[in-house]
T-cell receptor, first 114, second 111 residues
Framework: GAVVSQHPSRVICKSGTSVKIECRSLDFQATTMFWYRQFPKKSLMLMATSNEGSKATYEQGVEKDKFLINHASLTLSTLTVTSAHPEDSSFYIC??????????FGPGTRLTVL | GNSVTQMEGPVTLSEEAFLTINCTYTATGYPSLFWYVQYPGEGLQLLLKATKADDKGSNKGFEATYRKETTSFHLEKGSVQVSDSAVYFCALSVRDDKIIFGKGTRLHILP
């Protein structure tokens, strides 16, 4: 089956620093990638949708200047949390999709901001 | 708007017990319905889906039937195993757009 990887799986950083999370589709080319955020005991919240070579579409209430998304190729998307603060601590999950088909999810990245 | 409501967990059952996890939805349109499973330390995996009313999705002994009249998509399995322990998410998608997830239900199966 299709595999999506995320790196790193866990990251701890100091408040005010920036953190980059990578999402890769390992064995297929993804026309669209999605970034989700999962709070404890809550559902996955879609943050943004990105298509290769174009700007990401952010969901209402998500700060685009804080959560920078770059979809540089058909197999790689990155999420950069800029000037991270403790309230940004969360579990971030990406997914990748070939147009019209199923979304394949990565294993997630646990971000802890001290 | 579109939303999914599923039963709160955790659900704890003994091996070989019958499982039901309830899921209801609201949607402005004709949604596709999904159940995803997240095993410990892994990403979400599609467990089963149904795209129209009365369709039954099935996989690995799990089943769910798309009930338009009750706007439900309850997950069932006749005899659970310890390896079924995971978090289960009900979800919907309208016109192959973004997926809306429920809050997830953690399932513990005791040997």
């Amino acid at each position: 089956g299709a595999v999506v990887s995320q790196h790193p799986s866990r990251v701890i950083c100091k408040s005010g620093t920036s953190v980059k999370i990578e999402c890769r589709s390992l064995d297929f080319q993804a026309t669209t990638m999605f970034w989700y955020r999962q709070f404890p005991k809550k559902s996955l919240m879609l943050m943004a949708t990105s298509n290769e070579g174009s700007k990401a579409t952010y969901e209402q209430g998500v700060e685009k200047d804080k959560f920078l998304i770059n979809h540089a190729s058909l197999t790689l998307s990155t999420l950069t949390v800029t000037s991270a603060h403790p309230e940004d601590s969360s579990f971030y999950i990406c997914s990748a999709r070939v147009m019209g088909n199923e979304q394949f999810f990565g294993p997630g990245t646990r971000l802890t901001v001290l | 708007g579109n939303s999914v409501t599923q039963m709160e967990g955790p659900v704890t059952l003994s091996e070989e017990a019958f499982l039901t996890i309830n899921c209801t939805y609201t949607a402005t349109g004709y949604p596709s319905l999904f159940w995803y499973v997240q095993y410990p330390g892994e990403g979400l995996q599609l467990l089963l889906k149904a795209t129209k009313a009365d369709d039954k999705g099935s996989n690995k002994g799990f089943e769910a039937t798309y009930r338009k009249e009750t706007t439900s998509f309850h997950l069932e399995k006749g005899s659970v195993q310890v390896s079924d322990s995971a978090v289960y998410f009900c979800a919907l998608s309208v016109r192959d757009d973004k997926i809306i997830f429920g809050k997830g239900t953690r399932l513990h199966i005791l040997p």
